[in-house]
């Protein structure tokens, strides 16, 4: 049997044109515009002089790796400045791929391989969307408030946050329905990426294994373990290379440690000591201090540490909230929510233990990708809940009272995103 070709363009054009309005095109766009944001604070006019010209401090880090490969000479404070193997190799080597495709030097590497995988982000959550059918309005509002995050520009400058969310988001859309060898490949290499590029991959690489538990028909247990194997390789890799080189598997770890001056506390979550600083006069005055803001080099990390109980407690309101819903019987489909919970409560938990000895100086940057999944499992759930229960006298109030509050927290993820978008720019401490 023989198509004409008329016939296969007509039905390329009908799956192609939906593709590019729905989900390339507002990807492509959100990706620019989050260039240009930052291109306004660089005070350069070329983009290899804005870029090149935000190289700071873990974007050092991988650019050695790029240049010079993993060295370890010694746990000394001298020998740790040659020592690099506190970082995973996900995106160094994602950055000499891309160098060497597109033939350009490492440095501004760094950067086209964030913002191309920032656009393989956004083109995620938009595939999730329309999975989904989740209205017009609703894509809108839960992409805005992504977008102004407070620290959603690291997405686009010389760090591993737009890679590892991307590979993370892939793996969750192609792991749901493990119906075919194609998608178990596609899971698994996302989840290889995923666990190459941070640590925390390989705890969150264990979630598929939810569908076991589950017991859905659809699934091959052996294609769920397949998959969850081939995802533990990227971290499990790393291990090997770092025994095989330098004769200790567990480098990483160390070198975390030596940086950190301490384990990391696990329970850190739970003590006191932890919220301390909140209720701390002097804490609040520099907080709020516009000149903190902008000349403050340790302004970034009070901003962080505030992003503890603030992520804390949205993770907290939006898991009994999903609870309540599902235990009332007003919620379907909590199933395929349930690894975004759990992938939220993965990341911010171990990176909350890890910057315990540090101040919690980097969390507002490792609430990033804790807040996307967020997004997705949240409007995953309005989506699939019945809200019948609510009477018709309070929805009008309860309806102003959600666009205040929507309105509230984009406004101070604006100024927060601004203000800090332009202390990165000024090299100034953020995350």
Same mark, same amino acid.
């Given at each position: 049997?023989?198509?004409?070709?008329?016939?296969?363009?007509?039905?390329?054009?009908?799956?192609?044109?939906?593709?590019?309005?729905?989900?390339?095109?507002?990807?492509?766009?959100?990706?620019?515009?989050?260039?240009?944001?930052?291109?306004?604070?660089?005070?350069?006019?070329?983009?290899?002089?804005?870029?090149?010209?935000?190289?700071?401090?873990?974007?050092?880090?991988?650019?050695?790796?790029?240049?010079?490969?993993?060295?370890?000479?010694?746990?000394?404070?001298?020998?740790?400045?040659?020592?690099?193997?506190?970082?995973?190799?996900?995106?160094?080597?994602?950055?000499?791929?891309?160098?060497?495709? *597109?033939?350009?030097?490492?440095? =501004? !590497?760094?950067? &086209?391989?964030? $913002? /191309?995988?920032?656009?393989?982000?956004?083109? #995620?959550?938009?595939?999730?969307?329309?999975?989904?059918?989740?209205?017009?309005?609703?894509?809108?509002?839960?992409?805005?408030?992504?977008?102004?995050?407070?620290?959603?520009?690291?997405?686009?400058?010389?760090?591993?946050?737009?890679?590892?969310?991307?590979?993370?988001?892939?793996?969750?859309?192609?792991?749901?329905?493990?119906?075919?060898?194609?998608?178990?490949?596609?899971?698994?290499?996302?989840?290889?990426?995923?666990?190459?590029?941070?640590?925390?991959?390989?705890?969150?690489?264990?979630?598929?294994?939810?569908?076991?538990?589950?017991?859905?028909?659809?699934?091959?247990?052996?294609?769920?373990?397949?998959?969850?194997? *081939?995802?533990?390789?990227?971290? =499990? !890799?790393?291990? &090997?290379?770092? $025994? /095989?080189?330098?004769?200790?598997?567990?480098? #990483?770890?160390?070198?975390?440690?030596?940086?950190?001056?301490?384990?990391?506390?696990?329970?850190?979550?739970?003590?006191?000591?932890?919220?301390?600083?909140?209720?701390?006069?002097?804490?609040?005055?520099?907080?709020?201090?516009?000149?903190?803001?902008?000349?403050?080099?340790?302004?970034?990390?009070?901003?962080?540490?505030?992003?503890?109980?603030?992520?804390?407690?949205?993770?907290?309101?939006?898991?009994?909230?999903?609870?309540?819903?599902?235990?009332?019987?007003?919620?379907?489909?909590?199933?395929?929510?349930?690894?975004?919970?759990?992938?939220?409560?993965?990341?911010?938990?171990?990176?909350?233990?890890?910057?315990?000895? *540090?101040?919690?100086?980097?969390?507002?940057?490792?609430? &990033?990708?804790?807040?996307?999944?967020?997004?997705?499992?949240?409007?995953?759930?309005?989506?699939?809940?019945?809200?019948?229960?609510?009477?018709?006298?309070?929805?009008?109030?309860?309806?102003?009272?959600?666009?205040?509050?929507?309105?509230?927290?984009?406004?101070?993820?604006?100024?927060?995103?601004?203000?800090?978008?332009?202390?990165?720019?000024?090299?100034?401490?953020?995350?």
């Amino acid at each position: 049997m023989s198509f004409p070709l008329s016939h296969l363009l007509q039905r390329g054009r009908q799956h192609l044109a939906p593709c590019l309005g729905q989900i390339l095109l507002p990807s492509l766009a959100l990706t620019v515009l989050q260039i240009f944001i930052i291109s306004l604070w660089s005070g350069e006019s070329d983009y290899v002089s804005i870029f090149k010209g935000l190289t700071q401090w873990d974007s050092h880090w991988y650019l050695g790796i790029v240049q010079r490969g993993y060295q370890f000479v010694g746990f000394d404070k001298i020998a740790y400045e040659q020592s690099n193997v506190a970082f995973f190799p996900g995106y160094p080597l994602a950055v000499a791929g891309v160098s060497r495709l *597109l033939r350009v030097d490492p440095e =501004l !590497g760094l950067y &086209l391989t964030a $913002q /191309l995988f920032c656009w393989l982000m956004w083109v #995620y959550l938009f595939l999730f969307y329309r999975r989904w059918q989740i209205p017009l309005l609703w894509q809108i509002l839960a992409s805005l408030i992504i977008f102004i995050y407070p620290t959603s520009f690291y997405l686009c400058v010389g760090y591993s946050e737009s890679l590892f969310i991307a590979s993370l988001l892939g793996f969750f859309y192609w792991s749901v329905c493990l119906d075919s060898r194609w998608r178990m490949l596609l899971a698994g290499i996302h989840g290889l990426v995923m666990s190459a590029t941070r640590i925390v991959g390989l705890p969150v690489a264990l979630i598929p294994l939810l569908n076991l538990w589950q017991g859905s028909r659809d699934r091959r247990w052996l294609w769920v373990l397949a998959t969850v194997g *081939l995802a533990f390789l990227g971290g =499990l !890799g790393f291990f &090997l290379y770092c $025994q /095989l080189r330098f004769g200790r598997w567990d480098l #990483y770890m160390e070198m975390q440690s030596y940086f950190g001056s301490s384990s990391p506390n696990y329970l850190t979550i739970f003590q006191a000591q932890t919220y301390a600083p909140f209720f701390s006069l002097g804490y609040w005055q520099s907080l709020f201090s516009f000149s903190a803001a902008l000349r403050d080099g340790r302004w970034g990390i009070s901003v962080s540490q505030l992003f503890v109980p603030l992520t804390l407690g949205s993770l907290l309101v939006t898991g009994l909230m999903d609870a309540a819903g599902v235990m009332e019987g007003k919620s379907r489909c909590w199933r395929e929510r349930l690894g975004f919970h759990l992938a939220a409560w993965i990341l911010f938990y171990i990176a909350a233990a890890a910057m315990s000895s *540090l101040g919690q100086r980097s969390m507002s940057r490792y609430c &990033l990708p804790v807040h996307i999944v967020q997004v997705l499992a949240l409007v995953h759930w309005a989506k699939h809940t019945d809200f019948s229960f609510i009477s018709q006298r309070m929805r009008p109030y309860l309806g102003v009272a959600l666009k205040l509050g929507y309105g509230l927290l984009a406004f101070i993820f604006f100024a927060l995103n601004q203000i800090l978008t332009w202390r990165h720019a000024q090299h100034l401490w953020v995350a």
